[in-house]
């Protein structure tokens, strides 16, 4: 730890960081005004309203539109340092997720999968955006997808089932064999991310069934929509 220098300065930021927001008026992550995590103008953009969504085959459920203030807030809490707006997002994403839990039938208990960040932003981030939510709302998910090219664990998996990992960007680790789950993810954008999730996880052995989004973006066709959608690779950065 004192032998690598070149971790101090970097922990001397993180300090001053921690020292800064006692010190600091806390802004809103949406709009910047001061006074509150999320103001209440705010805070109404992050209301749970979670509605079916598709992206070509992909269905899914989102309970917020990726745009304005829900936008900012999302954005400032992945990738601004606010994740003392967890709890202002948390809502959202159990009440998506409870949707398709729900709209479901049988006996198997689904458990919850998050698509994994890739090193370098767990490096950067120091914590799984999604997964932080999950908590927060106090649930779990369960690790059963890595990122193909991460050197990961893949002794449990037969021939057939390694040469299915190699296809594309995501893979099942073999703890998904039989396991009925929901995918949950941040963001549906084009939904290549999540559609690459489902498709690892059943040629992983797992039966997924529902897909539970924190946001989409809006629907092509709509001005300020996604205009490019099937090429796009996974966003997770
Ligand atoms: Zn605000």
């Known amino acids: 730890m004192a032998s690598d220098p070149s971790a101090l300065p970097s922990r001397l930021a993180g300090a001053l960081h921690d020292a800064a927001a006692v010190l600091l008026p806390v802004r809103c992550a949406g709009c910047g005004v001061g006074g509150r995590v999320v103001c209440a103008p705010c805070a109404e953009t992050l209301r749970p309203a979670p509605a079916p969504g598709t992206r070509g085959d992909l269905r899914f459920t989102a309970a917020l539109e990726y745009g304005g203030a829900a936008r900012r807030v999302l954005a400032a ?30 006996p198997a208990r689904p458990e919850l999968v998050c698509v994994p960040s890739s090193a370098a932003a767990r490096r950067r981030r120091g914590y799984h955006p ?29 021939l057939a089932a390694r040469a299915r990992n190699a296809s594309g960007a995501l893979r099942a680790l073999p703890a998904a064999r039989g396991r009925t789950v929901i995918l949950v993810d941040d ?28 946001a989409q973006t809006p629907r092509r066709g709509v001005p300020g929509g996604v205009a490019r959608e099937a090429s796009a690779p996974p966003s997770h950065a």
């Open 77 to 106: 809490y992945k990738d601004g340092g606010r994740t003392d707006a967890a709890s202002a997002l948390a809502p959202a994403l159990a009440a998506s997720v409870v949707a398709v839990a729900r709209a479901r039938t049988g």
């Open 187 to 214: 963001i549906v954008t084009t939904g290549a991310t999540a559609r690459e999730a489902v498709r690892a996880l059943a040629a992983g052995g797992a039966t997924v069934v529902g897909v539970a989004a924190l």
């Open 130 to 158: 999604v997964a932080l939510l999950l908590r927060h709302a106090g649930l779990r998910d369960r690790r059963l997808l890595a990122r193909t090219g991460e050197r990961d664990d893949q002794a449990g998996l037969d």
